[in-house]
């Protein structure tokens, strides 16, 4: 069992940064693939970017390739996304989560742990 906990997000302006967090415990944190989805109002929630458990490769979607960074600290048992220029259509909540069997399209029923979600708005 892993329990996971996200923070940091808020509202923003277009244009602005913001960096979440996922705080781990329970299981060993670095034996895990990680991920981020988000899910907007009235859509179904979409992967975002995901990292090796060892933190040596990452994955985004091509819309997100440029402006979002995971990364983790396996030490502090923590992963992060910084989003840069943000936009209005970054508008959701966000949630980190663990794989728990490898499939490298990140579908959500490969993640078998999630945390509650944090909410970005980013106002225009």
């Known amino acids: 069992q892993v329990q996971l906990v996200e923070s940091g997000g808020g509202l923003v302006q277009a244009g602005g940064s913001l960096r979440l967090s996922c705080a781990a415990s329970g299981r060993t944190f670095s034996g895990y693939r990680m991920g981020w989805f988000r899910q907007a109002p009235g859509k179904e929630r979409e992967f975002v970017a995901a990292?090796?458990?060892?933190?040596?490769?990452?994955y985004y979607t091509d819309s997100r390739k440029g402006r979002f960074t995971v990364s983790r600290d396996n030490a502090k048992n923590t992963m992060y996304l910084q989003m840069n220029s943000l936009k209005p259509e970054d508008t959701a909540v966000y949630y980190c989560?663990?794989?728990?069997?490898?499939?490298?399209?990140?579908?959500?029923?490969?993640?078998?742990?999630w945390g509650q979600g944090t909410q970005v708005t980013v106002s225009s």
């Open positions: 990292i090796s458990s060892s933190g040596g490769r990452t």
């Open positions: 989560a663990a794989q728990i069997y490898s499939n490298n399209n990140f579908v959500q029923e490969s993640f078998g742990f």
